[in-house]
Every structure is written in structure tokens, then in C-alpha cells.
């Protein structure tokens, strides 16, 4: 199964932010969604990536004082990305060894979409628990 495959469905709208957002603004935007991570764009190009973490890291070393900051400044960057062919395994897989949770989903230099580790991981559980039904189908007709 593929990330692409996976995405099928979706509305295709990624939550995202300009380089020159504030931290305030993105902490807010964050909290509002309930989400854990935005991609960070210069124009229609992904630089980097915001998340929870670059935030509590950042307020850690420098105090308050970073809530007025660009998204830019406190963001990881590059960002890790994936294509759309990927196997979702292999995407699990690249998350747990770089300790990452978020993948921006690119087709050439354009970002189609924005996966989280909890949306991999869903897929997997809901495919393994389809499998398993299956099983016991095929073993219950039998």
C-alpha cells in the first residue's frame, strides 16, 4: 500500500504556514485544529516544518520571548518529505528512525499532501483488522 493510496479520499487541503507567520499565530492555528504540526512554506515551496516540539524546545532555551518570532526561525528544516509511491511501511519506517512524526507528500516540488505518523498508523491497524475478519470469515465458512 501506498501513501498515495492511502491519501485517496482525502480533501486535499493541507494546514500550512508562511515563513513570515508569527509563532503566536502558529500556536494558535495549532491548538484551533487540534493538530501537532504544520509545513512551513515560502510561497508554494515547503521549507520546513513546525511542530509542538520546536515549539516547547525553543520556549525551553529562550523563554517567551520566541512567541513573537517567525515560523521560519523556529522551524526543522529541510524537511524530511516522502512521494506518493511510497510504501506506507517504508514511511513508518523512515519516521521511526529519524524520530520525526509529520511527512509533507511530494509530486515533483509540489506538496499534495501532509501525513502523520498516527495516520499511518491507522491505516495499518484498520488493514491488519480487515485481514483479520477476513481470516475468520474464510475459517467460519469453511
Known sequence: ??????????DGDVVAVQVDTTVRAVVAL?????IGAVPVMDGDRVVGILSERDLVHCLAAE????????????MTAPPITVT?????LA???LMTRRRIRHLPVMEGERMVGFVSIGDLVK???DGIEAEAAALRDYI???
Open 63 to 74: 523563554g517567551a520571548a520566541v512567541i513573537d518570532r517567525t515560523a521560519e526561525s523556529v
Open 84 to 88: 506518493g509511491d511510497m510504501p506506507v
Open 1 to 10: 500500500m501506498t501513501i498515495a493510496r492511502m491519501m485517496r479520499g482525502r
Open 30 to 34: 495549532l491548538a484551533e485544529r487540534r
Open 140 to 142: 467460519s465458512a469453511g
Open 123 to 125: 491505516h495499518r491497524i
Open 91 to 93: 514511511a513508518l519506517s
